[in-house]
């Protein structure tokens, strides 16, 4: 099955979302975040610079555990503003 390419909104949301996540990390590396959150750092990585813009739901909710913040922050810091 091929994935519909992704609309400037979605790569936009997948942006803004590693920037939260990156900076909810400060100085922890990448390594001790992800294999607390049971993924591999290179997929930590490709969410944090956007890579990875619509990661599933549950490698989410593992890294908001991990790094002590709500879904409902990283929601809201996501979502674009209207235009």
């Known amino acids: 099955m091929v994935r519909p390419p992704l609309t400037p909104e979605e790569r936009l949301r ?4 590693g920037s939260t996540l990156r900076q909810a990390r400060g100085d922890r590396s990448i390594v001790e975040v992800a294999a607390a959150a049971g993924m591999s750092a290179e997929t ?3 969410i944090e610079t956007g890579r990875i813009a619509t990661p599933a ?6 890294l908001a555990d991990v790094l002590g913040i709500s879904l409902d922050h990283l929601a809201v810091r996501s ?4 235009t």
């Open 79 to 82: 979502t674009p503003a209207p």
């Open 44 to 46: 930590l990585r490709k």
């Open 14 to 17: 997948g942006e803004q979302l």
């Open 57 to 62: 739901f549950f490698t989410i909710a593992a």
